[in-house]
């Protein structure tokens, strides 16, 4: 409005409230309107009007104010000496109340002069703005055309807005600065972990401790980063940002999104190589001397010891319903978890100051951290347990299951660390079920007992064995596998069966001469005892019952 009351047409017009506050009320339209006011106003429009129908009643024009202040007009313009010969004192008096500018016109001054010189000057301050945006999107195009860096772009979107500016990416880290901005990182740094952030426009959000504003580097829906600045003072932010800053800053973050999708594009072509070399170890398919050379060009250490662990996740689907990620596919969605776990494997990795590679495969993670040979699982349960964290944090309530190849674990030995690793990972979650850590070690007896399933002829004895009992249990449901099984456990103790089982020592006594009869097989006899408590292993294992290939790659 100070902009409008200095244009030769209104120099005639008097301000009778509020003048104080001119320079902070935004004009962007001018309307002519009399009672009533209803809809017909818009937000930051400067409204002319003659005042009839009001004429010597004082709350008619007290009222047509009121619903024009409230419309969030810009300010009241009244031709006076005609339907009205002023302001009553209780109109000023409210207007001054709700600081709201009334502005007496002469009668004799026409409403379509106004009208046109206003809405001259503010075609002439869009084309002004237009022009600028134009002008600083053409400068930071050049930048990126010609190799400048987002340092450089700061700088030319520095000197248009004459504040400090900083750029950011998604995760608030400092990527661009202009040469100003010393003091405005510092504030960006100590408060925007804590620092409370209001929404004060469609892209834009405001920390309140220290003025400091974020504009969204914002593409297809897809967040690169933040460009941040600092409230001019005494400036309030309405004013800012529509006083043509948010038209020069939507065209600054068209240009600035081409510096990060060039930079995504980079990350994930250096992703891909890095996935597909990670898994090339895993397969083992490749020489030696090939394998130095991808892995110079990676920054990889292949020549260290390295052992491999898998990472499998039970509850992805649980996951994506919590996420609320609704614009993602769960296939998109996945693909981003992955890369989230990835991140924070490498944070672990570097909180122990180790190496890792990295990649997932068949809903699989691999890795391969680098290891002291002397303490290989001290140095693996200290990594995942900084692992398993994290997780939880980024993914709360993620089921992370893991094996381990430590027993190959060294140098050139990626594959058979692999597969170990599978191993104990399948077998772990077969035996233990989701959400726990195994060593290829600790499942020795499993695979010894795998290896003896594969024979039809086990197969034959086991079945022939127990098989009696387990018709008997599912007719009968007396539980004599159970029974049997806490029997072995308990080292052929009746007392601490009995004790184990909450059964009577008669009833228990009862179940294993009914087992004995069943399998015709002491047990007493120790030949009799280790078929029993072989063939009840394989068949609890699912070995015998539900013998199949495995699911992934294959030694």
Aim: glycine residues 6%.
């Amino acid at each position: 409005m100070k902009d409008v009351m200095e244009i030769d047409v209104m120099k005639r017009s008097t301000v009778r409230s509020a003048e104080g506050i001119l320079i902070e009320r935004l004009v962007e339209s001018i309307s002519v309107i009399e009672i009533p006011v209803e809809d017909f106003v818009r937000k930051n429009e400067f409204v002319l009007t003659t005042a009839i129908g009001c004429g010597a009643d004082v709350s008619a024009f007290k009222k047509f104010v009121q619903d024009v202040i409230d419309s969030g007009a810009a300010a009241l313009g009244v031709a006076t000496g005609h339907h009205v010969s002023g302001f009553p004192p209780e109109v000023l008096e409210l207007a001054e109340t709700r600081q709201f500018p009334l502005i007496e016109l002469p009668w004799e001054l026409r409403f379509a002069d106004i009208t046109q010189s206003i809405l001259g000057a503010l075609n002439n301050w869009l084309r002004h703005n237009a022009n600028r945006a134009e002008e600083l999107q053409k400068q930071l195009l050049h930048q990126f055309l010609t190799g400048g860096s987002l340092t450089d772009a700061a700088e030319v979107i520095s000197h248009e807005m004459d504040c400090a500016v900083i750029i950011l990416d998604t995760e608030g880290v400092i990527n661009g600065k202009s040469r100003n901005s010393q003091s405005l990182q510092e504030k960006w740094q100590s408060n925007h972990d804590q620092g409370s952030m209001i929404e004060i426009g469609k892209n834009c959000m405001l920390m309140t401790e220290n003025s400091l504003i974020t504009y969204k580097i914002e593409t297809a829906n897809t967040l690169h980063g933040y460009l941040g600045f600092e409230l001019p003072q005494d400036v309030p932010i309405e004013h800012f940002l529509c006083n043509g800053e948010e038209y020069l800053l939507n065209h600054a973050v068209v240009a600035l999104c081409l510096w990060f999708q060039r930079e995504n594009v980079i990350f994930e072509t250096e992703l891909r190589l890095r996935d597909d070399f990670v898994w090339m170890l895993a397969k083992g398919e490749q020489v030696w001397e090939l394998i130095l050379s991808r892995a110079k060009a990676l920054d990889y250490q292949v020549e260290l010891p390295h052992v491999c662990i898998l990472g499998s996740v039970s509850n992805f689907d649980i996951l994506y319903e919590k996420s609320n990620s609704a614009r993602d596919s769960f296939d998109q969605w996945t693909k981003t978890a992955y890369r989230l776990i990835e991140k924070k494997v490498e944070e672990a990795a570097n909180s122990i100051q180790r190496r890792v590679m990295i990649t997932h495969h068949q809903g699989r993670l691999i890795i391969f951290l680098e290891i002291p040979m002397d303490s290989i699982l001290d140095t693996v349960n200290g990594f995942l347990n900084r692992v398993d964290s994290r997780l939880q944090q980024a993914l709360p309530g993620i089921i992370m299951s893991w094996g381990v190849g430590e027993n190959h674990a060294g140098v050139k030995s990626f594959h058979q660390s692999f597969n170990d690793a599978r191993i104990a990972l399948d077998i772990g979650i077969h035996q233990k079920g989701p959400g726990n850590r195994s060593t290829f070690t600790n499942t020795g007896i499993f695979r010894a007992l795998n290896s003896l399933a594969n024979s039809p002829e086990i197969q034959e004895i086991t079945l022939s064995t127990i098989g009696s009992l387990l018709v008997y249990d599912q007719h009968k449901e007396l539980d004599l596998v159970e029974t049997l099984i806490a029997y072995i456990r308990n080292q052929m103790n009746v007392s601490q069966t009995s004790r184990a089982l909450n059964l009577h020592r008669q009833s228990l006594l009862y179940r294993l001469r009914k087992i004995e009869s069943l399998t015709d097989r002491s047990l007493i006899d120790p030949d009799d005892l280790f078929l029993l408590d072989l063939s009840i292993r394989l068949w609890t294992t699912g070995l015998v019952a539900n013998k199949k290939n495995a699911e992934w790659p294959t030694q």
